[in-house]
């Protein structure tokens, strides 16, 4: 019988630099209320200069490494879910692993943009199979200061940076990680992404100057992409767990936007779970939303052992990801 895994400490970072509504919508063209009301977002965080996505990862991995109660040391798998790496190569989880001295842990990285660290739990269950009572780190970092147009202001007013962590282990049948449910639309390829800068647009004078290395997003159809596929695939994770959607205790959504997230929670049917939320100081952390708003949630005690949580993560590819567990962190 495989193993029974699940979330056994939590940790997050989130910048120093507390950037305001005000900095951010005069170069935008819009105004302080105009993002409010359209986001429900009123600050996010700005990675300083020297801060790099690895920095922001170690921050987070170390933080649930110290909540789950394990070293470094007892690593056996590392997964880094991240759309901004610090380079094209090597991979930035192996410079994860070296800052945290985690080195007897096996390495990757994984981008599906803002599912990605759905993903890496499945990732992370799926490899702590071969190896029972190994641990996994499972990380979402992002820097998205760093390549959002600041007159854009479909963009610029929601992201921010972070990173959030969690460590997933061994745990009685009662709780842990129940289901994953995982799917890609590539036919929607072009709703979000970066342009340029790999091998089919490399960086040159010519793409810079046509902005092709920002992050582009097409807000509506990425807001219909949501509203079609987002509840179907949550309704189909709960069917097949045989849970009903009055059972679900916490709902922890990648934080995209609060006036989605309010309508997503109505759709869903999930208005007695509470839904946890960052967006409105953290804005949209990419990879780091989920597990940066588990983590909050975890450290005000919201949790208890055996409540029932539901993930939803969507974004860039286009990709979906719905993970159900049982909460077991800090037993």
């Not at 690593?75 to 879910?81: G, P, T």
């Not at 582009?216 to 189909?236: A, C, E, Q, W």
């Not at 679900?248 to 995209?256: E, L, S």
Request: with cysteine; net charge negative; aromatic share 6%.
């Amino acid at each position: 019988m495989a193993q029974h895994v699940g979330v056994l400490g939590t940790g997050s970072y989130a910048p120093a630099r507390v950037v305001s509504n005000a900095e951010v919508a005069g170069p935008a063209g819009v105004t302080s209320d105009w993002i409010t009301v359209r986001t429900q977002i009123r600050s996010r965080r700005y990675a300083a200069p020297d801060e790099a996505t690895s920095d922001l990862a170690v921050r987070a991995a170390a933080q649930a490494l110290a909540n789950a109660g394990l070293t470094a040391d007892e690593v056996d798998f590392l997964v880094l879910a991240t759309s901004t790496p610090d380079h094209p190569q090597p991979p930035t989880s192996y410079l994860v692993q070296h800052a945290l001295g985690a080195t007897g842990a096996v390495c990757l990285d994984i981008n599906v943009v803002c599912s990605g660290f759905v993903y890496g739990l499945e990732v992370a269950r799926s490899l702590l199979a071969t190896r029972p009572g190994g641990h996994a780190l499972v990380v979402g970092a992002d820097i998205y200061s760093r390549i959002v147009d600041p007159a854009d202001r479909a963009s610029v007013v929601l992201f921010g940076d972070g990173a959030g962590a969690v460590v997933v282990g061994p745990c009685p049948e009662a709780v842990g990680i129940i289901g994953t449910e995982l799917r890609s639309n590539g036919s929607e390829h072009d709703l979000v992404g970066v342009h340029a800068g790999g091998s089919r647009a490399p960086a040159s004078v010519g793409t810079l100057d046509a902005g092709l290395h920002y992050f582009r997003m097409r807000g509506r159809d990425v807001r219909r992409f949501v509203t079609d596929h987002v509840p179907p695939i949550l309704s189909d994770l709960l069917r097949v767990h045989g849970t009903m959607t009055s059972e679900i205790d916490h709902f922890v959504p990648h934080q995209a936007n609060g006036v989605m997230l309010d309508d997503l929670a109505k759709t869903v049917g999930l208005a007695g779970a509470q839904t946890h939320r960052t967006i409105e100081q953290y804005g949209n952390t990419g990879s780091a939303s989920i597990p940066l708003t588990l983590d909050q949630a975890n450290r005000d005690g919201r949790f208890k052992r055996g409540d029932l949580v539901l993930l939803a993560g969507f974004g860039g590819g286009m990709s979906l990801g719905a993970c159900l567990l049982r909460w077991c962190a800090g037993q």
